[in-house]
């Protein structure tokens, strides 16, 4: 099956700080979404992306669709304590129905 | 609540046992996944029902494993003869269809134990 690796694996950082994340891919897909889960509770959706090269922004939150479209990126401005918790990319090709989760990013926020 | 639920959220089985595990999607959502997540990982599809009809079951790890959406909206999973292995959190989704159908609704999960 298709492999996403994320990186880093765990974050520890001041409130604050910037933060970023990245999700790769050994196939190439139509569609990245980027989720966070909190303990206890499922994934919840932050950003879609469509197209190649597509930057996208959800409040504090901004996203790139890669070129290469083997790629996402997850950035984070100013973080906050509630933005603890796991991060996790997705990705689909649009022939399938099956959606592809990364290993996550682990973000803990020191107040 | 308008979101996913699922129930129940915590289940202890002993090895051997059969479990089913429900979910009630979002109202008026055709599509809806089942995933399965070991600790420290991240969601692994298991399979994917469009109204009633389970279009692809191709991340079913076995054929213990069974779900059905007979009426096209609440969901069994069920698994027989459960092993130590399939110790995990089972998450169901729903969405809609078209672009939204990339727009997944998470329930908390069933956190299942097998001892």
Known sequence: GQQLNQSPQSMF???GEDVSMNCTSSSIFNTWLWYK???GEGPVLLIA???AGELTSNGRLT???????KDSFLNISASIPSDVGIYFCAGRVNTGNQFY???GTSLTVIP | GAGVSQSP???VAKRGQDVALRCDPISGHVSLF???????QGPEFLTYFQNEAQLDKSGLPSDRFFAERPEGSVSTLKIQRTQQEDSAVYLCASSLAGREFNEQFFGPGTRLTVL
């Open chain 1, 13 to 15: 950082i001041q409130e």
């Open chain 1, 37 to 39: 889960q909190d303990p």
């Open chain 1, 49 to 51: 992306l469509y197209k």
């Open chain 1, 63 to 69: 996203a790139q669709f890669g070129i290469t479209r």
């Open chain 2, 9 to 11: 959220r915590y289940k």
């Open chain 2, 34 to 40: 089942w995933y399965q997540q070991a600790l420290g």
């Open chain 1, 101 to 103: 989760f990364g290993t």
